[in-house]
């Protein structure tokens, strides 16, 4: 079973990366852009066939490595 | 409006974050994880009010500054 974890950072946190691409894209021409916020994204492929055991186990991945809780927050999404 | 960009490894190319997260998540008991890839994810807020037109430009930033195209491909999901 497939899923896709995306961890961003939560609102309130700074994101220097972000702006630094903002300001790249500022610089190559592309005017209309107000904001961005990069995260992380992890393919997984699991070997659980349930999506709720599947899903689980995944978050108390995300607890203990894949995600800083304290300035990040996750969200899981199974594949089939 | 507000859009997604998922940039990720393509088939084939070699993810050694992915494997070392692979290897971490093993040594933390979850011996259920058959494959691991990272790839990056942009939150971006573009003042486009036209989901085609929006598209097409956060494309043409994938193309030039967000995804190297030799080795990763890119989503672009509008979330309005």
Not at 8 to 16: F, R, S, W, Y
Not at 36 to 46: A, E, I, M, P, S
């Amino acid at each position: 079973m497939r899923a896709r974890v995306v961890v961003t950072l939560k609102a309130g946190v700074l994101d220097p990366q972000g702006k630094a691409i903002e300001g790249a894209l500022s610089g190559l021409g592309f005017s209309g852009v107000d904001g961005v916020r990069q995260g992380k994204v992890f393919d997984l492929v699991t070997r659980h066939t349930d999506p709720t055991k599947a899903k689980a186990e995944i978050g108390a991945m995300c607890e203990r490595l894949l995600a800083n809780t304290v300035i990040e927050s996750y969200t899981i999404e199974i594949m089939g």
